[in-house]
Every structure is written in structure tokens, then in C-alpha cells.
């Protein structure tokens, strides 16, 4: 894989934990949303925390779709799990939050997987080639 | 008992929405292709309408806002050190399961190691 597709995977791991953080931060300023008014939702959306959760949502949503375009489900989801190690570091290191001994195992855990995943082939070739391969190769063959 | 309940459907249903919206939304880009030839042949409007236009990315888009008015309901009611990881760390076993049946992906061992891996880091991660 090229450096630009690995850039694209850490684009997703950054925006989709910061974009949690950010939703979570605003529900708590939130009274809880009952299901028999579940238009409150709605008014969540309004908050500023939200708003910037929903924006850094969209870039991870951008640029989750790129990196499913040229890797499997499989590969780019223990991939970009990455963000849970950061987000733990960041805690301990800026926030100063205690992280418990379970905590930094899990670290450990999440990062044996992310090794363990991106040793191997990021995507399943199949027997029927996607349409962009067919005019791909179809411009290759003009050529 | 309720409590637990209620718990456990909460996050039954963001792991069965965000399940459902991202075999829909892989299955569309593997339809559609890699985006950055798109991109290099028709443009960036080429590529963003090869994805909107595409039936199963819009079933996987609602699925996905599903998953996302899911997880704003359970987080108004539940701690994000609750929600968070237990909805994370089973959607990852659920998309190995239905990538493999469904997209017909090579989930082999070192893939199944990763996701029970990366399953067990995230659950330790609430502790």
C-alpha cells in the first residue's frame, strides 16, 4: 500500500475517535432524551459540541468510503482502531487521567491487532472484477 | 433488571444498525470501485456522484444515521465508558461474521486473531 492510502487510514482513526469525544462531550450537557420525545434528538444537533462532532463525522465518513474503495471491511476496521490507543495516551499524558493497569492492556490488546491485520493484504480479490477494474483495464488495452 | 435490560438494547440496536450500514456501504465501494481512479478519470463530483447514486451506499446511509440516532439516545442515557467500548468492541466481531458471509471476504486467521484482539482491548478499555 502507498503512503497516501496509509495517511487516508489515519485521517479515519484521528476524525472518527476525536468526532466520539466531541458527541459524547456535548449529550452531557444534554438533560436526557426520553423515547416518548425523541424529536429532543433533534435539538441536539443544535449544540456546538455535537455540530463539531457531526463535522469531524463527515470528514470520517469521507474518508472511511476512500479507504473501503481500495481495502476489505476486515482489514480497514482493526486498521483504524488505532485511535483508542491515542485517545487513552492522550488522557494519561494531557488530561492527566488515571489509566488503570486493565486499560493499558487493553492498549496492548488493540495494538497486537493492528499488527496483526495490516501484516496481511488489505483486500480480497474476487472472481468478478469491479466496474472501475473493467475501464481501467479497458483503457489500458486502448492505449 | 430493567437497567440491564435496557442496557443491553441499546447497544443490540447500534450494533445491529452500524453492522447493517457498513456491509451495505463496503458492498457499494466494492461495486463502485477504487475512487481514486474515479476520481483521476471523471473528476471529484465524477466519484462523489458514483457514490451517492448507488442504491446500497443510501440503504447503508440510513442504517448508519440509525446507528448514529442509536448511540446519541443510549449515550443521553449511559456513560460513553459503558456504551463506547461495548458497542465498539461487539460491532467489531458482527462485521467480521458479515463481511465473511456476506461480502465474501478472506477472513483468516491472522483477520480473526486482529478482530478478537482489537474486540478484547476495546471491553478492557472500559475497566
Redesign the interface.
Known amino acids: 500500500m502507498s503512503l497516501r492510502r496509509y495517511l487516508i487510514l489515519a485521517i479515519v482513526t484521528l476524525t472518527a475517535s476525536l468526532g466520539d469525544t466531541f458527541l459524547a462531550r456535548g449529550m452531557k450537557t444534554l438533560p436526557p432524551v426520553s423515547l416518548a420525545h425523541p424529536a429532543e434528538l433533534i435539538h441536539a444537533i443544535f449544540s456546538p459540541w455535537v455540530v463539531a462532532g457531526i463535522v469531524l463525522l463527515i470528514g470520517f465518513f469521507a474518508s472511511y468510503l476512500t479507504a473501503l474503495s481500495f481495502a476489505d471491511l476486515t482489514y480497514v476496521l482493526p486498521a483504524t482502531s488505532l485511535g483508542y490507543v491515542l485517545m487513552t495516551i492522550l488522557a494519561h499524558w494531557w488530561l492527566h487521567e488515571t489509566v488503570s493497569s486493565w486499560r493499558w492492556l487493553g492498549v496492548l490488546c488493540i495494538t497486537a491487532g493492528v499488527g496483526f491485520v495490516t501484516r496481511g493484504p488489505a483486500y480480497t480479490n474476487t472472481a468478478e472484477p469491479c466496474p472501475s477494474e473493467i475501464v481501467h483495464a479497458g483503457e489500458e488495452v486502448s492505449r | 433488571m430493567n437497567s440491564i435490560l435496557a442496557t443491553t438494547a441499546m447497544i443490540a440496536a447500534i450494533v445491529v444498525t452500524a453492522t447493517s450500514g457498513?456491509?451495505l456501504?463496503?458492498s457499494a465501494?466494492?461495486?463502485?470501485?477504487?475512487?481514486?481512479?474515479?476520481r483521476a478519470?471523471s473528476g471529484l463530483y465524477g466519484a462523489a456522484a458514483a457514490?451517492v447514486t448507488n442504491g446500497r451506499f443510501g440503504l447503508g446511509f440510513i442504517c448508519l444515521a440509525l446507528s448514529?440516532?442509536s448511540?446519541?439516545?443510549a449515550?443521553?442515557?449511559r456513560d460513553?465508558s459503558l456504551i463506547?467500548p461495548a458497542a465498539t468492541s461487539l460491532t467489531?466481531v458482527s462485521?467480521?461474521v458479515a463481511?465473511?458471509v456476506f461480502?465474501?471476504?478472506?477472513?483468516?486467521h491472522?483477520?480473526w486473531?486482529?478482530?478478537?484482539?482489537?474486540c478484547?482491548?476495546?471491553?478492557?478499555?472500559a475497566?
Request: proline letters at 0%.
Open positions: 457498513d456491509i456501504i463496503a465501494m466494492r461495486q463502485i470501485g477504487d475512487l481514486d481512479r474515479i478519470r457514490v448514529f440516532f448511540l446519541l439516545f449515550l443521553s442515557h460513553l463506547g467489531f462485521n467480521a463481511a465473511k461480502l465474501h471476504e478472506n477472513v483468516d491472522r483477520r486473531t486482529a478482530a478478537i484482539f482489537v478484547a482491548g476495546v471491553a478492557l478499555l475497566f
